[in-house]
């Protein structure tokens, strides 16, 4: 089985940074795909970025192109997703994800097995 760990959240102001991290035990991440996720109140999840296994091919919704960028190191099992410019927006709890073995990257929630438990993000001045 593998387990999933978010860190990283935390209360900026509009314009800061943050740099989520998702850390994996229990099993290899390599051969996984990586989503990132995030639910804000009243809303349903959306899919925020992906990568493949190795971050050779990586995914974005519209909404954080050009803001977010998603990486891994899978010899230390963890992921990554660092959000530049943030926005009032973008305050929702954020997951990890992570597929089967040989998963491809996409948005699509139904596509990953393994969730962590979240970390709250608030963009607020």
């Known amino acids: 089985q593998l387990q999933l760990v978010e860190s990283g959240g935390g209360l900026v102001q509009p314009g800061g940074s943050l740099r989520l991290s998702c850390a994996a035990s229990g099993s290899t991440l390599g051969n996984r795909a990586i989503g990132w996720f995030r639910q804000a109140p009243g809303k349903e999840r959306e899919g925020v970025s992906s990568?493949?296994?190795?971050?050779?091919?990586?995914n974005y919704a519209d909404a954080v192109k050009g803001r977010f960028t998603i990486s891994r190191d899978n010899a230390k099992k963890t992921g990554y997703l660092q959000m530049n410019s943030l926005k009032p927006e973008d305050t929702a709890i954020y997951y990890c994800a992570a597929s089967g073995f040989l998963g491809v990257s996409n948005l699509r929630s139904d596509q990953y097995r393994y969730w962590g438990q979240g970390t709250q993000v608030t963009v607020s001045s």
């Open positions: 990568s493949n296994w190795s971050g050779s091919t990586t």
